[in-house]
């Protein structure tokens, strides 16, 4: 230490020796020792920890929440949500008649659709010691019900779009944990084919005067936060967009889409983003998900029907598949397929030889296939192109044969159009999110958040899906 003899001797004018100023930095220095230690920097030891009172929420938030805070929602009665449509006012048959002719009897047509309640639930614990501390950011209890608020959100939006009632093993004698979502729910004939391109304002209207057609105002675009940026790329070039005069500023969010049926509202959602693994190093998303598949071969060869491979980015190249299963807790990690190579528009490739791992406990129930872009390379992101359920739940039981038929194409998005009314679409809620306190077996509060609900769309012609939504390279 420095004596002060020392201090005296000092140098005001920077003259001191360098052993002189070394001391004397050492002898004030706070250091950077989380926590200080014994034997470590003296001054740590007298140094408070500086902790913002405020929380920083690196996740999303109830203003990402679009599509759940948007549909209209009530009450549901049973567990069976039942549902009648009138589909026809009458025949196609001719209305005219002689002059005192009676004319042809004619009725309505009616059918009745079921929804099933389905049942989305998080369990939190806080130990009661917690409770007694003194915490950084407010009550424990309270916040940590806030996350499970947030992270039901989350699931639910992301299923509104993606829930399969079918992903099920031995599926439909045994229905599946989920809901079924838009993906699910819209009329096949009501697809527009978007080829890999970005999407423009042609697709827009074309999609929109589908829904007129079939008698419907469509009000609502959903779409992911991508494909608008995109959007607005191609209209801002196209001087299409009257600018109102602001100082310094530059560019125009767009809010609505003007079509020859109305003004529908943009509603821009991160859960619509693509879901991709990435091979050897992706991991299981539970403890409880199935074993990875123990083999899956992919091949050039072997896939029936007819398929699309004229896409953008999606053409003629050298594609690597990967294959998971999933069961209500999660999916596994993924098995590498390894690659195919795709010559021609019509080319069959096919993913086979899927064995399930050794399972236990844990039984799969469905499997999706990943596939990069062409010419990626194996180390590239893989998207999920299909989901299906499976077929066994042996160790090493065979799965069904993918035929890869390119009508998903790896990299894009979906886009959805229609009419967000009550009279079109619904969320039915069996019991509304409300938490439940668990009985106290142990020195910690327990308690579960839960949710019971279904979707229905009662016009599934009154949607419209614009798949394979490619991105802007520029």
């Not at 009632?165 to 599946?176: M, W």
């Not at 010559?343 to 469905?366: E, H, K, Q």
Request: aromatic content about 10%.
């Amino acid at each position: 230490m420095i004596s002060l003899k020392d201090y005296e001797n000092l140098d005001g004018f920077g003259l001191s020796t360098y052993e002189q100023v070394a001391e004397l930095n050492k002898a004030l220095a706070a250091g950077y020792d989380i926590p200080a230690t014994t034997g470590g920097v003296s001054g740590s030891a007298l140094r408070v920890e500086s902790l913002e009172a405020s929380l920083k929420v690196i996740t999303y938030l109830m203003t990402h929440i679009k599509f759940w805070q948007k549909i209209p929602k009530m009450p549901a009665y049973s567990t069976v949500e039942e549902y009648n449509r009138l589909t026809s006012y009458g025949s196609d048959g001719g209305a005219f008649t002689p002059e005192g002719e009676l004319g042809e009897y004619d009725d309505a047509v009616y059918s009745r659709q079921v929804g099933l309640v389905k049942y989305l639930q998080t369990v939190r614990k806080v130990t009661h010691p917690m409770t007694l501390v003194r915490t950084a950011h407010g009550d424990v209890i309270g916040n940590e019900v806030r996350n499970g608020i947030m992270w039901l959100l989350g699931k639910i939006e992301y299923y509104l779009y993606n829930g399969d009632n079918s992903l099920r093993y031995n599926y439909p004698t045994n229905e599946g944990y989920e809901f079924a979502g838009l993906k699910k729910l819209i009329d096949t004939s009501m697809v527009v084919d978007n080829g890999g391109d970005p999407l423009t304002e042609d697709v827009l209207e074309t999609a929109s005067n589908m829904v007129v057609e079939q008698y419907g105002f469509p009000t609502d675009i959903l779409i992911g936060t991508k494909p608008l940026a995109d959007l607005a790329k191609v209209m801002f070039p196209k001087e299409r967009i009257v600018v109102p005069f602001k100082e310094g500023q530059i560019g125009v969010p767009l809010n609505t889409f003007a079509s020859q049926a109305g003004n529908l509202a943009f509603n821009p959602d991160v859960f619509l983003r693509r879901k991709y693994i990435v091979q050897g190093t992706t991991g299981a998303t539970s403890p409880k998900a199935p074993p990875t598949p123990a083999t899956a071969t992919a091949s050039a060869t072997g896939g029936t029907g007819t398929s699309n491979w004229t896409l953008t980015n999606n053409a003629h190249g050298t594609y690597y598949y990967s294959v998971t299963m999933g069961n209500r807790y999660g999916e596994s990690a993924p098995c590498d397929a390894g690659s195919a190579a795709v010559t021609s528009d019509t080319g069959n490739p096919s993913v086979g030889s899927i064995t399930n791992g050794t399972v236990s406990s844990y039984l799969p129930d469905y499997v999706n296939i990943y596939r990069n872009q062409a010419n990626a390379g194996s180390s590239a992101a893989r998207y999920l192109i299909a989901q299906y359920a499976s077929i066994s739940q042996a160790s090493g039981g065979a799965q069904t044969l993918f035929s890869d038929l390119n009508s998903i194409a790896a990299g894009c998005h979906y886009v959805y159009l229609g009419e967000l009314t009550p009279q079109i679409l619904i969320f039915k809620q069996l019991a509304p999110m409300m938490k439940m306190d668990l009985a106290v077996i142990e020195p910690s509060i327990r308690w579960l958040q839960l949710l019971y609900g279904v979707v229905q769309l009662y016009a599934p012609k009154k949607w419209v899906i614009i798949k394979n939504v490619g991105e802007a390279t520029v």
